[in-house]
Each structure stands twice: as structure tokens, then as C-alpha cells.
């Protein structure tokens, strides 16, 4: 904003703000128009010019006034000069900043968009691991099952090959307890007598 611009400025808002204003403005420094958000969801709020004086005081103005319809007491060539230039650096201004804003919430959307992303990729890689340790375990409880079952195969086969041992000790045994009966019996039997020898 040039000098004589700056100067209006300051006359404009001594004549608005003469009865309130401690002291006059001797300063000004214009601001973005734009009070940032805290959150994201807080809503954008503008004013037509933010304003500091050489004491530090903050000034937030909001240009409602008509040119065409100022008080009598505001009717001079000044005033009009101050209407008309506030207002066209406004409006530049609420273009340069309503632009800055955009880009600002963009920017915000893609942070959180890239950070919903990295959440879901996190999920999905979380449900990922979760089903993989699942179908492992599913895994090592078939093995076992298998294992389970080899060795009660394996206990019935041996139980069938000692039931076979047995049967087969039993049939030997019955067969030496045969030969040993016959033994006897012949043993026992008399020899027959030879014709010749009478």
C-alpha cells in the first residue's frame, strides 16, 4: 500500500474511530484480512482490513458504510478518497487471500487424505498380518492333529503286531505241548514183539 494510500488509511479510521481511539493513529501496518482456524472445522471468518497502530494496538475493521450515503460530517474529499481505495485494495485482498485460503484448505485435504491412506494401509496390513497368523495357527493345529493320529496309528499297529506276537507264541506253544503229548504216547506205547523171535 503506497504512502498516500497509508495516509488516507489513517485519516479514515481517526474519523471513524476518533471518539473510541485513546490516542490517534499515527501507524498502520495491514494484515491478511483472513483469522486463521484453530480447527478444521471452525469456520473462516474475514475482515476488510486488520490494522496495528504504533502502540500495538490491533485493529480489526469491517467496511459496511455506502459512499454515496456517509454522514454529513464524513462528506469530504478525503473520506470518498479512503472509500474508494479501501475498497479496491479489499477486494484485491480478499482475492490474493480467498486464493491463499484455497490452496491452504487443498493443502489440508491432502495432508489428511495421505494420512487416511496411511491409516488404511496400516489396517489392511494389520488385518493382512492377523489373517496370516490365523491361517497359521490353523496350520500347526492340523499338523498336530496329523501328528495325533500317526501316533494312534502307530499305537494301533503296534498293539496289533503284539495281539499277532501273541496269537503266534500261543500257536507254538500249542504246537510244542502237541509234540510233547506224542512224544509220550509213543514213548509210553509198547514195542511190538518180532514174529521170528517167539
Not at 499297529?157 to 505241548?177: G, I
Request: proline share 4%; glycine share 2%; hydrophobic share 35%.
Amino acid at each position: 500500500m503506497g504512502s498516500c494510500n497509508r495516509d488516507l488509511l489513517i485519516h479514515f479510521l481517526n474519523a471513524i474511530l476518533g471518539a473510541e481511539l485513546p490516542r490517534p493513529i499515527t501507524a498502520v501496518e495491514i494484515q491478511n484480512p483472513y483469522n486463521e482456524k484453530e480447527f478444521l472445522d471452525d469456520k473462516l471468518t474475514v475482515v476488510d482490513v486488520k490494522a496495528r497502530d504504533a502502540t500495538g494496538q490491533l485493529y480489526q475493521v469491517e467496511v459496511q458504510l455506502d459512499a454515496d450515503a456517509l454522514p454529513a460530517w464524513m462528506q469530504t474529499q478525503e473520506t470518498r478518497r479512503a472509500m474508494n481505495t479501501l475498497k479496491a485494495f479489499s477486494e484485491k485482498e480478499h482475492a490474493y487471500h480467498a486464493y491463499q485460503a484455497r490452496q491452504d484448505y487443498l493443502r489440508e485435504q491432502q495432508s489428511i487424505q495421505l494420512e487416511f491412506d496411511d491409516l488404511r494401509a496400516e489396517v489392511e496390513q494389520a488385518q493382512a498380518d492377523a489373517e496370516q497368523e490365523r491361517a497359521a495357527k490353523d496350520q500347526a493345529r492340523e499338523d498336530a492333529e496329523h501328528e495325533r493320529a500317526a501316533k494312534e496309528q502307530a499305537q494301533a499297529d503296534a498293539e496289533q503286531e503284539r495281539a499277532a506276537k501273541e496269537q503266534e507264541r500261543a500257536a507254538k506253544d500249542e504246537a510244542l505241548a502237541e509234540n510233547e503229548r506224542l512224544k509220550r504216547l509213543l514213548a509210553d506205547k509198547p514195542e511190538p514183539s518180532d514174529p521170528g523171535t517167539r
